[in-house]
Nanobody
Framework: QLQASGGGLVQAGGSLRLSCAAS????????TGWFRQASGKEREFVAA????????YYADSQKGRFTISRDNAKNTVYLQMNSLKPEDTAIYYC?????????????????WGQGTQVTVLQ
């Protein structure tokens, strides 16, 4: 129901745009978040956006480099990632949550996509 795509291999300082496409059901009123999980580490919050797109939330380490946006006509949420660093290397997941409470907590999310690998080379 959530399909993440757009990952790949990029040099440090480069950019990628991830997409999270929803299908099979409507996610109206849901917030959509991006999380990432590096090898051997816990899943961490990256960014989230409200259904309307008017509210956005970012992890401090991504502020200014990553931008989350959405196109509801396409049922798709995007994560534009600029100035990528090797420490951004991880599997990136998108997920949906109904309530803004717990928006930074991956355990509170109801629906998950399958993840897309992002690898940033030195």
């Amino acid at each position: 129901q959530l399909q993440a795509s757009g990952g790949g291999l990029v040099q440090a300082g480069g950019s990628l745009r991830l997409s999270c496409a929803a299908s099979g059901r409507t996610f109206s009123s849901y917030y959509t978040g991006w999380f990432r999980q590096a090898s051997g580490k816990e899943r961490e919050f990256v960014a989230a956006i409200s259904w309307s797109g008017r509210s956005t939330y970012y992890a401090d380490s991504q502020k200014g480099r990553f931008t989350i946006s959405r196109d509801n006509a396409k049922n798709t949420v995007y994560l534009q990632m600029n100035s990528l660093k090797p420490e951004d290397t991880a599997i990136y997941y998108c997920a949906a949550i109904l309530n803004v409470i717990g928006i930074r907590d991956y355990e509170k999310y109801h629906y998950w996509g399958q993840g897309t690998q992002v690898t940033v080379l030195q």
